[in-house]
């Protein structure tokens, strides 16, 4: 597979893997199996997957647990990002209680995410979310100290707005944010892209294909399983959902044309707007990452841009990402 560098000279797959789907967020009724999930992990080194995705807060805790057991033969040959930034309590319902990027916190989780991860070094320390009441400036040199003593390789941050980005770089380098991009989330193309540009920092698009709306494959009277998060995302559902479909009936045209699936379609437009994009979609199914795996060969065309844009542009997108609690905690 192609490689691709984010900022400061990462080097990673051009397709990621986003792991949070195997422990966390999703059907908590028929989860997969944790040596199918093994197997799964492993499965996408094989398909070229060089760059793995997973946060503390993903079970919490056993998403982790279970990439440090996976990819524990290829340690040196792929690269795993984690993240801090929440305040976890194992004996609260739920256990995530709030935001914390304290320096005592980010100390903490880098040491306990080296042990789950089985590793030596993290390779890129997330900001998962913006801390109001934490500086950004204190964040970020907490992050440069731990580089400075081998602990983290790379610093990124997670939906932060274009000014926040900016003074955290001026500490320390960040080298990638995450943030969720894709044909029906393109909120951050005003500001956010072009501050990445000029600053060199890469794109790590999370839920590239909608979780799972520009596949195709949910449909109207599609049934989300116990602690599904789509359960309350407003584009989901009712007469936003009906509207949505458009965008997703459009693709499957282009897609139909170009010998490949809506998803694949979808995937390959973030790959094709700019070099230093590496989205990381999930799954839990081996024949969807082989299919994403394989995106990353598609190659778009100006002409094919201009119709998937033309498509995208004709249908205003109804609904939130997010319910409103959590769409205040996004791009600042």
């Not at 967020?25 to 944790?34: A, C, E, L, W």
């Not at 503390?56 to 990002?81: D, K, M, Q, R, S």
């Not at 969720?180 to 540009?197: F, G, V």
């Not at 790590?204 to 709306?213: A, E, I, N």
Request: hydrophobic share 45%.
């Amino acid at each position: 597979m192609e490689q691709r560098i984010l900022g400061n000279g990462l080097k990673v797959s051009a397709m990621g893997f986003g792991c949070m789907g195997l422990s966390f967020g999703y059907n908590k009724t028929s989860p997969i199996d944790r040596d199918d999930a093994l197997a799964l992990l492993r499965a996408a080194v094989e398909a070229g997957v060089t760059f793995f995705d997973t946060a503390e807060v993903y079970g919490p805790w056993t998403n982790e647990e279970l990439l440090g057991e996976a990819l524990a033969p290829f340690c040196g040959e792929v690269a795993i990002a984690t993240k801090f930034g929440f305040r976890l309590d194992p004996a609260a319902t739920p256990p995530m209680q709030g935001l914390d990027s304290s320096p005592a916190r980010i100390r903490k989780v880098a040491e306990e995410s080296l042990r789950r991860l089985r590793v030596d070094c993290l390779d890129l320390f997330y900001q998962h979310r913006v801390d109001p009441a934490v500086p950004i400036e204190d964040v970020a040199g907490t992050v440069k100290d731990l580089v400075a003593e081998g602990k983290v390789k790379h610093f990124g941050l997670s939906e932060a707005g274009a000014a926040t980005i900016r003074r955290a770089h001026a500490v320390h380098p960040v080298t990638a944010l995450q943030s969720e991009y894709s044909l029906w989330t393109r909120d951050i193309e005003a500001e956010i892209l072009p501050t990445l540009e000029e600053l060199g920092i890469g794109l790590v698009p999370f839920s590239p294909l909608g979780k799972g709306f520009l596949t195709g494959m949910i449909a109207a009277d599609t049934t989300f399983g116990e602690g599904d998060i789509r359960q309350g995302i407003p584009r989901f559902h009712g007469e936003a959902h009906a509207h949505n479909m458009k965008l997703v009936e459009l693709l499957g045209d282009i897609a139909h044309d170009k010998g490949a699936t809506t998803g694949q379609i979808a995937l390959a437009w973030l790959l094709a707007l700019k070099p230093w994009i590496v989205p990381i979609p999930g799954t839990s199914k081996l024949h969807r990452m082989q299919e994403n795996a394989r995106a990353a060969a598609i190659v778009l065309s100006a002409d094919d841009m201009a119709r998937i844009h033309t498509a995208a542009e004709s249908v205003a997108i109804e609904g939130t990402r997010y319910p409103p609690a959590m769409m205040a905690t996004v791009n600042r």
